[in-house]
């Protein structure tokens, strides 16, 4: 089954870039999705194909896809980004299903 | 606007059963595939099923294949998620979710809370 590779957490200092990535066979052929979740809260796209940003989603969350790697980099963090961030594609390669990332803690210092 | 709110959730001995149900509003609920999304506590998000718009394809995590069946009422703008034999590792929050394939889950519900314990 397809599997998706996440860092359990990232640590950024406020104003500062945070990179998380998302690792997979290949995963530059599918589309990656990526959503935020705060505590108690449901998840949150903020990221779709690749690198697309949702309405109302700030410029601040951009994404790249390729190879085996995808990221989703937050410019310019702030202390409301602290936040699980999943990793998300449809893989249809086997048997079809949806399959998230293990989830990345970003901890804002 | 777009609203998906579950219901159903409580606390179930293993197992016994439990449907869950999700009310769409807000948009055209027969247009749009949904999925069924788990978190179990202090843990992450886990895929438990997909339906298409007209209800003929479906597709289950292995976790639950067998055991669980989604169904929708187009009628109604309802999702279904019917949990048999249940197990204390299903024992998570369970979201309703739009989406189809290889499409984003663009909206989710507020989740809804399954307790499997004796």
């Known amino acids: 089954s397809y599997v998706l590779t996440q860092p359990p957490s990232v640590s950024v200092a406020p104003g500062k870039t945070a990179r998380i990535t998302c690792g997979g066979n290949?995963?530059?052929?599918?589309?990656v999705h990526w959503y935020q979740q705060r505590p108690g809260q449901a998840p949150v796209l903020v990221i779709h194909?690749?690198?697309a940003r949702p309405s109302g989603i700030p410029e601040r969350f951009s994404g790249s896809n390729s190879g085996n790697t995808a990221t989703l980099t937050i410019s310019r963090v702030e202390a409301g980004d602290e936040a699980d961030y999943y990793c998300?594609?449809?893989?249809?390669?086997?048997?079809?299903?949806?399959?998230f990332g293990g989830g990345t803690k970003l901890t804002v210092l | 606007q777009v609203q998906l709110v579950e219901s159903g959730g409580g606390v179930v001995q293993p197992g016994r059963s439990l449907r869950l149900s999700c009310a769409a509003s807000?948009?055209?609920?027969?247009?749009?595939?949904m999925h069924w999304v788990r978190q179990a506590p202090g843990k992450g998000l886990e895929w438990v099923a997909a339906?298409?718009?007209?209800?003929?394809?479906?597709y289950y995590a292995d976790a639950v294949k067998g055991r669980f069946t989604v169904s929708r009422d187009n009628s109604k703008d309802t999702l279904y998620l019917q949990m048999d034999s249940l197990r204390a590792d299903d024992t998570a929050v369970y979201y309703c979710?739009?989406?189809?394939?290889?499409?984003?889950?663009?909206?989710w519900g507020q989740g809804t809370l399954v307790t499997v314990s004796s």
């Open positions: 290949n995963i530059g052929s599918k589309s």
């Open positions: 979710a739009r989406g189809v394939e290889a499409q984003p889950i663009d909206y």
């Open positions: 807000g948009f055209s609920f027969s247009n749009f595939g």
């Open positions: 194909y690749d690198a």
């Open positions: 998300q594609v449809w893989d249809s390669s086997s048997h079809n299903r949806l399959v």
């Open positions: 339906i298409w718009y007209h209800g003929n394809n479906k």
